[in-house]
Antibody
């Protein structure tokens, strides 16, 4: 059974940093592109970033470009999102998503709250 | 690519048809394989999104056949042929033509 378990969320002050992790199991992690998708409270789904299966290519939404960095460790079956210079509008549940083409599996999400 | 759903919300009587539209700012039809890179998801309160349809019209395993998807290139539709109480949710379209995904803003479906 596929499991994606995010961790690392919490409350952080504006301008602060957090590192999210997503531990994957139940599938061959190294074969899949991985994405981060976020959802602000009461709002819709918003794509944040993606990384190719071997980690050789990454992309970011414009609103996080230069502040967030996606990475992965295929030996540890883990996806990461380093978030710097956090802003109030980054407050959201962050989902780790595996993808063949469309989204295949979603984690339960981790809540990031940016507030002073 | 920007996806625009309509309506933002709709209320439908039990057993009646619900129709949600999704318009893409550019074609998501890949000419080399004639596939539309569009999916539909259902999200119930407090839950993660559930895949309903992919390739615009292929139903995910386990999804009831009252759900159907249609359309091509830039205009797509998700239809619930006979609305059930358990279908109350927010529905999202998503393009994966571009590896930088995009989602529609969501359509909230309620019971009238």
């Amino acid at each position: 059974e596929v499991h994606l378990v995010e961790s690392g969320g919490g409350v952080v002050q504006p301008g602060g940093s957090l590192r999210l992790s997503c531990a994957a199991s139940g599938f061959t992690f190294s074969n899949y592109w991985m994405h981060w998708v976020r959802q602000a409270p009461g709002k819709g789904l918003v794509w944040v970033s993606r990384i190719k299966s071997d980690g050789s290519s990454t992309s970011y939404a414009d609103f996080v470009k230069g502040r967030f960095t996606i990475s992965r460790d295929n030996a540890k079956n883990t996806l990461y999102l380093q978030m710097n210079s956090l802003r109030g509008e980054d407050t959201a549940v962050y989902y780790c998503v595996s993808a063949s083409y469309h989204a295949d599996y979603w984690g339960q999400g981790t809540l990031v709250t940016v507030s002073s | 690519i920007v996806l625009t759903q309509s309506p933002d919300s709709l209320a439908v009587s039990l057993g009646e048809r619900a129709t949600i539209n999704c318009k893409s700012s550019q074609s998501v039809l890949y000419s080399s394989n004639n596939k539309n890179y569009l999916a539909w998801y259902q999200q119930k309160p407090g839950q993660t999104p559930r895949l309903l349809m992919y390739w615009a019209s292929t139903r995910e395993s386990g999804v009831p056949d009252r759900f159907s998807g249609s359309g091509s290139a830039t205009d797509f539709t998700l239809t619930i042929s006979s609305l059930q109480a358990e279908d109350v949710a927010v529905y999202y379209c998503q393009q994966y033509y571009d590896s930088t995904w995009a989602f529609g803003q969501g359509t909230k479906v309620e019971i009238k």
